[in-house]
């Protein structure tokens, strides 16, 4: 069990989203939580504070410890301001979950505008090197080693259609995490990246939507579609994921580091 040890995980501010997942099977294994997320009001895209809030009460539900305080990652200074808070309530922090990122520009490459372009890479990339500098920095100076999981994707292994910001961001992640893993290593602190195929979250469904339309599919023969072409016949769910961050921040998984695991049902081979 985790011993009061503190996991942080970034984009997990929307009900039923992958975050919240990863956080409440970390909290089974005795982790105290930090629920965090971009204040997206006024947009629909991104979570709402009272749906941060209502994250973290669900999870308090269970009799885990939750603190929940809103982060931009793309902000430096936004971040610095989250471990500070993290360090001020718990004094540590001993796993970091790179969660956010954002995946509903999808058009054309031709048609991607500069500004969208930015956008993606700036959360879905930049925010995973900003958060892993400051709480990596926190890990260090405590000299307990720690974990660092980046939510990476199939998207950072196979390029898919009408996805280049996407796919272009997750495999930076895989670069980062590599570098990472070495740079890190020798105050104990391993850094991994999971790559989920799809999941149907709320990303998930506006995914589903694009490209049944774009294949002129109704959803349902889509999903078929997609479970078929899988080796173990089904879609991966939000617990597939949630499992092995659990894994990787567990001490079973002490000597593995610089790796990016595919948890995609044999669909991603490499």
């Known amino acids: 069990m985790a011993e009061g040890k503190v996991a942080v995980c970034t984009g997990s501010g929307r009900p039923g989203g992958l975050g919240e997942a990863i956080l409440g099977r970390l909290g089974k294994e005795g982790y105290r939580l930090v629920v965090t997320d971009v204040d997206g009001s006024g947009s629909s895209h991104l979570a709402k504070p009272d749906e941060m809030e ?132 020798a105050a104990g602190i391993t850094v991994n990246a999971v790559c989920p195929n799809h999941v149907t979250t709320g990303l998930g469904s506006a995914q589903n939507a694009y490209f049944s339309a774009f294949k002129g599919m109704t959803e349902s023969a889509y999903l078929e579609e997609m479970a078929a072409r899988i080796p173990l016949q089904r879609i991966g769910q939000a617990a597939d994921t949630a499992a092995m961050c659990a894994f990787l921040a567990s001490d079973e998984a002490s000597f593995i580091t610089g790796e990016a695991i595919n948890v995609s049902g044999g669909e991603e081979m490499h």
Request: aromatic letters at 6%.
């Open 54 to 185: 209502t994250v973290a009460e669900s999870l308090r539900s269970r009799n885990t410890e939750v603190l929940s305080h809103a982060c931009d990652v793309r902000s430096p200074e936004s971040v610095e301001q989250l471990f500070d808070v993290v360090m001020a309530h718990y004094g540590r922090v001993d796993v970091l979950i790179n969660n956010a990122g954002i995946g509903f520009v999808m058009k054309d490459t031709r048609e991607v505008a500069p500004d969208e372009w930015n956008l993606v890479i700036d959360v879905t990339l930049s925010g995973v090197f900003h958060c892993t500098q400051v709480a990596a920095a926190h890990m260090e100076a405590a000299g307990r080693g720690g974990r660092i999981i980046n939510i990476a994707s199939q998207a950072a292994k196979t390029g898919f259609p009408h996805m280049a910001p996407y796919c272009a961001a997750k495999h930076g992640v895989i670069g980062l995490t590599r570098t990472a893993a070495i740079d890190y290593g």
